[in-house]
């Protein structure tokens, strides 16, 4: 049983460009997570969603950032006109259920550099 | 809405000694779990342990274990025995019912041999 997939690990864009991160859940897990993690910092909550779902997106920039979670696919987080400030690590976590006690997996990440 | 505080930026202990990685939290929900999270050079997010608050004993993972003080709003972390292995980034992390992790902003573990 694989865990939580992302990819790429590593992608560098230049201002303006997109940005379209992937994250797989772990097999049978339908709830994910992504959180943004900037240099010597903890782990920002970005959006929640279930499947073709968005629960909560209170951690989302109102601009340039969307996510979905389709039926059939891995998890996309895009990021458009990408800016200096969008660099950082970008974590997907999936769990079974969206109770409390149930653990989160998380993912490798993906580093974002813009250059 | 919930808040995690680690008030210790960085720490160092010698091999094979004691070491508590502090984490105060608050929150408005009365049911929440908390944890304690590892991540390596690898950046891999790991889970060391994790506390249900409704729950009074001290949860314990071989040598991991946790000081939750409830009415205090306290969950640090001990590791016992220390081993270079150990060296990494420490998250504390707060879940309420149906809500996302909230993440403290680390402390960085030097395990000097």
């Known amino acids: 049983n694989a865990g939580v997939m992302q990819n790429p690990r590593h992608l560098v864009r230049r201002r303006g460009q997109e940005a379209r991160l992937r994250c797989s859940p772990m097999?049978?897990?339908?709830?994910v997570y992504w959180y943004r993690q900037l240099p010597e910092e903890g782990l920002k909550f970005m959006v929640y969603?279930?499947?073709?779902?968005?629960?909560?997106e209170s951690g989302m920039p109102k601009e340039r950032f969307s996510a979905e979670f389709p039926k059939e696919g891995p998890s996309i987080l895009r990021i458009q006109q990408v800016v200096r400030g969008d660099s950082a690590a970008y974590f997907c976590?999936?769990?079974?259920?969206?109770?409390?006690?149930?653990?989160?997996?998380f993912g490798q990440g993906t580093r974002l550099t813009v250059v | 809405a919930q808040t995690v505080t680690q008030s210790q930026p960085e720490m160092s202990v010698q091999e094979a000694e004691t070491v508590t990685l502090s984490c105060t939290y608050d929150?408005?929900?009365?049911?929440?779990?908390l944890f304690w999270y590892k991540q390596p050079p690898s950046r891999q997010m790991i889970l060391v342990i994790r506390?249900?608050?409704?729950?009074?004993q001290n949860a314990t993972e071989n040598r991991f274990s946790v000081n939750f003080q409830k009415a205090a709003k306290s969950f640090s972390l001990k590791i016992s025995d220390s081993q270079l292995g150990d060296a990494a980034m420490y998250f504390c992390?707060?879940?309420?019912?149906?809500?996302?992790?909230?993440f403290g902003k680390g402390t960085r573990l030097s395990v000097i041999a």
């Open positions: 976590a999936s769990s079974l259920r969206g109770l409390g006690n149930t653990e989160a997996f």
């Open positions: 097999k049978g897990h339908s709830h």
């Open positions: 969603l279930q499947k073709e779902n968005i629960i909560d």
């Open positions: 929150t408005s929900e009365s049911d929440y779990y």
């Open positions: 506390q249900e608050a409704y729950k009074q």
């Open positions: 992390a707060s879940k309420g019912g149906n809500t996302p992790l909230v």
